[in-house]
């Protein structure tokens, strides 16, 4: 006997679960159980430490942060124990990861939004006009940029990851027509400051945003009826009126964008969101003689792009759509990069709507994103294969079948989200402004992607060959073999289970410290990983069984090891390859380490690199020093002002 004197709700519940344990009855002791932390746990994490304390650069650590890391926390035991044992255990093993594990059941990943839909419904930040005022179609330009901002902002509510807007400057455009150049400036000034000022994304951060930006309006574009102030302007609803007629907008306002980037904010400090994604397109390569003749005062494609080259060179800023090889399909459809290295896209000859969404036919519009992501653990597979060639790729199958099960559940546990409404902005069908009925559905929920994304390619072949990516062919050719064999078998999964599974890179660094730890404490797989391992191996041993944050990492998806001593010209040999075989995202880095070459270097290298190899994405990274009390790049102050080199009078003058 216990001499219990009461019995509480928790001690039942303890006993029901010890009694379904003993039955052999996991799945309903798992469905019974509670999540939940220990209050000494949940203590740490309101002081900033314990769980997950440095997981997201992106968070700056206050209040609200610890209501999401125990939310976080909770959700991600509750979903492990929702889901069948075995494909729970094949996350927590390390053979693969679910990304954004805290928002499996609740919410798809990311969205690539076309602006047009704003512009023509208005804002409605709840989704369905309830708890939010609504606004109708904006009438001015600094209506629509606040639109185009709290979109972004609202849409965080209703997915685990980035927002962003596909051809940006063109769909915003009409509104600035016949506007002065400081009137533009100071709007796109606007629009930066309230991007990185709105404190409202998960977890009390900014909005993880960004804008794919043209220098002009591209072919695709420029006899299609514009979109605003309510109306699409096609003869019908409006008077005719086509993007071309707004090519001088569109410049004005990719420079004003670039010099507010340029100068930074009130402190010189670099502006982290929205990440300008600068698009590379044949249709800007050659310039528009005819309309520079015409317009001597506007400037020039090389100009605009000199401009981002500027930006990348003083803060690393940029990342840059490749759009020249003819993979990428330009002229044939759209496509654009985001969150990183995720690239979507949707081309005439695959959706039936495609021409409809370039007229806005009643409201139907462009909708790219993802539901969600997953990594596989290719070096693990590489030590199961035993030296076997066609088992590893049979290992890798394997975890992308593991994958798709997950993908299967995710899309079972969404219906059930999205029959209850709660996803109300991602669902939304405002009211039509011409017709008064409900529009178009904002989202175009079963086009989203499920993403597989590879980590340890390099390790992987490493251990079978003995030699990393760049030291031999061997290793190479495996490399390219692997990744071709998952390509294909992804557009097998996807034509089998009906759902469109892209291969990418996916940006998995903390992933890939979790691979190469989950190994090294596995006694099955330590004397392997322990040999490919990058980081400080010793250092890991010795700590090991008292931390899991270890000094070890598998290299990121198809890269070559950050470490290796590699010219940049081999890496992009060797790295170019594998973009279009791992379509669903990759990025290329060129790190530029504290130095700030000159821009027409940068500018010049880049578009030879776009001319002539197959690498769709890139950026240029550079090492910025931080000073926590002034956040400043630190360089001697200038004798006339005594200001430090990183602060410019337009920074000083810039304002919210």
Not at 96 to 118: A, K, N, S
Not at 501 to 520: K, N, S, W
Not at 541 to 567: E, F, K, M
């Amino acid at each position: 006997m216990l001499g219990l004197q009461s019995l509480s709700g928790p001690l039942i519940r303890e006993i029901v679960n010890m009694t379904l344990l003993e039955r052999g009855l996991v799945p309903y002791r798992n469905v019974c159980t509670r999540v939940g932390t220990p209050v000494f746990d949940a203590h740490l994490i309101d002081v900033g430490r314990g769980f997950e304390a440095h997981d997201n650069a992106n968070l700056q650590e206050n209040a609200e942060t610890s209501h999401k890391k125990k939310a976080d926390k909770i959700s991600k035991e509750q979903y492990l124990l929702q889901l069948p044992p075995d494909l729970a255990d094949h996350h927590l093993r390390g053979d693969l990861h679910i990304h954004d594990l805290e928002y499996f059941g609740t919410r798809p990943f990311c969205q690539d939004w076309d602006l047009r839909y704003f512009l023509y419904y208005g804002l409605m930040p709840d989704g369905n006009g309830t708890k939010a005022s609504v606004a109708g179609p904006a009438k001015r330009a600094e209506v629509a940029v606040l639109h185009a901002v709290k979109a972004l902002g609202s849409a965080q509510t209703n997915f685990a990851g980035g927002q962003g807007y596909y051809n940006f400057l063109t769909f915003m455009a009409p509104f600035f027509e016949g506007m002065d150049y400081e009137e533009i400036k100071q709007l796109m000034q606007m629009f930066v400051y309230e991007m990185t000022q709105m404190m409202v994304a998960r977890g009390g951060q900014v909005v993880f945003s960004s804008v794919q930006l043209s220098p002009g309006v591209p072919t695709l574009w420029k006899d299609k009826p514009c979109v605003y102030r309510g109306k699409v302007w096609n003869g019908e609803q409006a008077p005719l009126r086509t993007y071309n007629e707004f090519e001088r907008e569109v410049r004005l306002l990719f420079k004003a964008l670039m010099e507010v980037m340029l100068e930074g904010d009130y402190w010189g400090k670099p502006f982290s969101f929205p990440k300008p994604e600068i698009s590379i397109e044949p249709d800007f390569l050659n310039e528009d003689e005819e309309f520079n003749r015409e317009h001597p005062d506007l400037p020039t494609y090389q100009d605009l792009y000199l401009m981002t080259f500027e930006l990348a060179s003083k803060y690393g800023t940029p990342y840059y759509d490749n759009q020249i090889p003819p993979y990428r399909g330009a002229g044939e459809g759209i496509s654009c990069y985001q969150c990183c290295a995720y690239q979507f896209s949707s081309l005439a000859d695959e959706d039936d709507e495609f021409e409809d969404k370039l007229y806005f036919r009643e409201g139907k519009h462009f909708s790219m994103g993802s539901w969600m992501v997953m990594s596989i653990n290719c070096p693990r597979a590489a030590y199961k294969a035993e030296g076997d060639q066609e088992r590893l790729f049979a290992e890798l199958k394997a975890l992308m079948d593991t994958a798709v099960e997950l993908f299967r559940i995710k899309r079972r546990w969404m219906s059930h989200i999205r029959t209850n409404g709660r996803m109300p902005f991602a669902m939304q069908r405002p009211k039509d402004p011409n017709t008064g009925e409900r529009g178009a559905v904002a989202v175009d929920l079963e086009g989203l992607v499920y993403t597989i994304g590879v980590v340890g390619v390099n390790e992987m072949v490493q251990h079978f060959t003995g030699h990393q990516l760049h030291e031999s062919r061997d290793a190479f050719r495996l490399a390219v073999r692997a990744m071709t064999e998952l390509e294909m078998y992804a557009r097998e999964l996807s034509q089998k289970h009906n759902m469109t599974i892209a291969l990418a890179r996916t940006p998995a660094e903390t992933t890939g410290q979790r691979f190469a730890v989950a190994d090294l404490l596995d006694e099955r797989f330590r004397d392997h990983a322990i040999r490919v391992v990058k980081g400080d191996a010793d250092a890991a041993l010795d700590t090991l069984g008292t931390t899991l944050d270890l000094p070890i990492y598998y290299t990121n998806g198809t890269h070559i090891a950050p470490g290796a001593p590699v010219p940049l010209t081999k890496r992009i040999e060797i790295e170019h390859i594998f973009f279009p075989i791992v379509d669903g995202g990759n990025i290329f880095h060129v790190w530029l380490g504290e130095a700030r070459p000159d821009p027409r270097g940068l500018m010049e290298m880049a578009m030879n690199l776009c001319r002539t190899t197959q690498i769709g994405y890139f950026a240029f990274t550079r090492d910025l020093t931080v000073s926590l009390k002034e956040y400043r790049e630190l360089k001697p102050a200038r004798p006339d002002t005594g200001k430090t080199a990183g602060t410019s009078p337009a920074a000083d003058r810039a304002g919210a």
